[in-house]
C-alpha cells in the first residue's frame, strides 16, 4: 500500500495565505493521484478558532478532492469522535488546533463533515487487497504532557498489520534545548512506521530500527534556514518499506546573511537592493529574509536601516532581521533560541507561564490545563469562568 504524508499546512496562515490555501490543495491532490491512503500528522489549521471562511476553504478543498485513485477505505475504527467516512484520509489535531480537553478542536468539524477521520488517541484500520494498515495517532499536546500521556494511553502495535505511530511533538534529538521533548528512545516500540508533523523542515531518522518521517509544512512560515529546501509530502511504500519525497510548487525562500561590520546604513541599504535584484533574476515571486549581524559604523542606530527594501514590487516579499545587531535591542537569548529551533510562540508562552507560577510559588496541579482556556476561549467571562472551575477542582 502506497500511503502519502502531508503534515503542517496551516489553511488561514494570515501571512501567506494564498500560498497556504493553494500549496495545500497541490499537496492533496498531488498525493491522492499517487497513493492509496493519506495520513496527516496536523497543523491542518492555522488557529484554534479559525474564522467560518477559513473553515469554507478547508471543507471544500477536502470536499473537492479527487479520491479515485485513494483505492483503500477505513475497515475498523477507534477513537474519541465518531467517524463519518470510509475514505482513507486520517488525521490528528496539531498544537495549532489544540483545545483545552474535551473541547471541539477544528479538525472535529472536519470530522463531522465525513472528509477526514480523527485517530487523536486511537487507531483506525484501512484496508487495500488484503492488506490492513493500522494508524495509531496522538495530537499535539503540550510538551510537558506528552511523555503521561503516552503512559497512560499505551500506544501498542496490532499483530499481523502494518502498524504506523503518528503524532505531532517536538523531539529532543532535532531540537536539543529543552528536557521536555521526548526523546525518540522513549517513543513505543514494535510500530512499523514513525511520522512526526510540527517540525517545518522535511527530516528522515530512525526510530527502534524503522524509519521516522517528518515531512515539513506544505508552506513558509518561521522563515529559518532549513525552510529554504523545497517543501512537499513522503509517500511510504508498505510493502517494499521504502519513501520517496514529492515536491510541490511553492514560492522559493531565500536567507541572506550580511555581516555589516562597520558600514553606513545607506551602504547596507544599497547591497539589500542589489540583492533582491540578483534573486529575482534567478525566481520569480521569492520570498527574502535578510539576516544582519555586525556592529553599525559608529553614530548609526538600527532604526537607519531599510526595514522594507524594495517596497514598491508587490511581487516580492522581504524582511529584515536586525536582531543580531549588537547596538540594537537584544532578544532574550532563550526566546532566541526557541524561535531559532522551530519552536512556535504558543510553546514558549506556556514554558513562561509554567515558569512564572513556579517562582511565585503557586502551586497548580495540572496548570497546562489552565493555560490551555486562558487561551482558548475569545469572551472574557467564558474564560473566567472555566478558569475558575478548574482551580476549584
Same mark, same amino acid.
Given at each position: ?133 493500522? =494508524?495509531?495517532?496522538?495530537? &499535539? ?134 540583492? =533582491? ?60 533560541? &526557541? ?55
Amino acid at each position: 500500500m502506497k500511503i502519502a504524508i502531508i503534515s503542517d499546512m496551516h489553511i488561514g496562515y494570515e501571512r501567506f495565505r494564498s500560498d497556504a490555501y493553494a500549496q495545500a490543495s497541490e499537496a492533496l491532490v498531488s498525493a491522492s493521484k499517487v497513493s492509496d491512503a493519506i495520513i496527516i500528522p496536523g497543523d491542518i489549521f492555522d488557529f484554534r478558532h479559525p474564522k467560518p471562511d477559513v473553515i469554507a476553504e478547508a471543507m471544500g478543498l477536502f470536499r473537492e478532492l479527487p479520491v479515485e485513485n485513494l483505492s483503500a477505505r477505513v475497515v475498523e475504527y477507534d477513537g474519541l469522535r465518531k467517524t463519518y467516512t470510509k475514505l482513507p484520509i486520517i488525521a490528528i489535531p496539531g498544537t495549532h488546533e489544540r483545545r483545552a480537553d474535551g473541547d471541539t478542536d477544528p479538525v472535529d468539524l472536519l470530522t463531522l463533515a465525513g472528509l477526514v477521520v480523527n485517530v487523536n488517541q486511537g487507531r483506525a484500520i484501512i484496508e487495500k487487497d488484503g492488506e490492513r494498515v493500522a =494508524i495509531y495517532g496522538v495530537g &499535539g499536546v503540550a510538551e510537558e504532557r506528552f511523555r503521561e500521556t503516552l503512559n497512560r494511553l499505551n500506544p501498542t502495535p496490532l499483530d499481523g498489520l502494518f502498524n504506523i505511530f503518528m503524532f505531532h511533538q517536538s523531539v529532543y534529538e532535532l531540537l536539543p534545548f529543552s528536557n521536555d521533548f521526548v526523546r525518540i528512545e522513549e517513543l513505543p516500540k514494535g510500530f512499523d512506521l514513525y511520522v512526526d508533523g510540527h517540525i517545518h523542515n522535511k527530516v528522515e531518522m530512525k526510530c527502534h530500527g524503522k524509519d521516522f518521517l517528518i515531512p515539513g509544512s506544505t508552506v513558509l512560515t518561521q522563515l529559518k534556514d532549513a525552510e529554504q529546501e523545497g517543501k512537499g509530502f513522503f509517500v511510504y511504500d508498505t510493502g517494499r518499506f521504502t519513501h520517496s519525497f514529492e515536491e510541490i510548487k511553492s514560492r522559493k525562500f531565500f536567507n541572506v546573511k550580511l555581516k555589516i561590520d562597520g558600514k553606513e546604513p545607506n551602504e547596507i541599504n544599497e547591497t539589500m537592493e542589489n540583492e =533582491i535584484v540578483r534573486i529575482k533574476d534567478l525566481e520569480k515571486n521569492p520570498i527574502i529574509r535578510f539576516e544582519l549581524s555586525g556592529d553599525l559604523k559608529q553614530g548609526f542606530k538600527n532604526i537607519d536601516i531599510e526595514s522594507r527594501p524594495h517596497k514598491d514590487d508587490k511581487e516580492i516579499i522581504v524582511e529584515v532581521s536586525k536582531s543580531r545587531l549588537n547596538n540594537g535591542a537584544q532578544k532574550d537569548v532563550e526566546v532566541q533560541e &526557541g524561535i531559532s529551533n522551530n519552536i512556535s510562540i504558543r510553546d514558549f508562552g506556556m514554558s513562561v507561564f509554567i515558569s512564572k507560577l513556579k517562582d511565585s510559588g503557586y502551586a497548580l496541579s495540572d496548570p497546562i490545563s489552565l493555560f490551555d482556556i486562558l487561551s482558548s476561549e475569545d469572551k472574557k467571562e467564558n474564560v473566567l469562568r472555566k478558569a475558575v472551575d478548574s482551580v476549584l477542582d
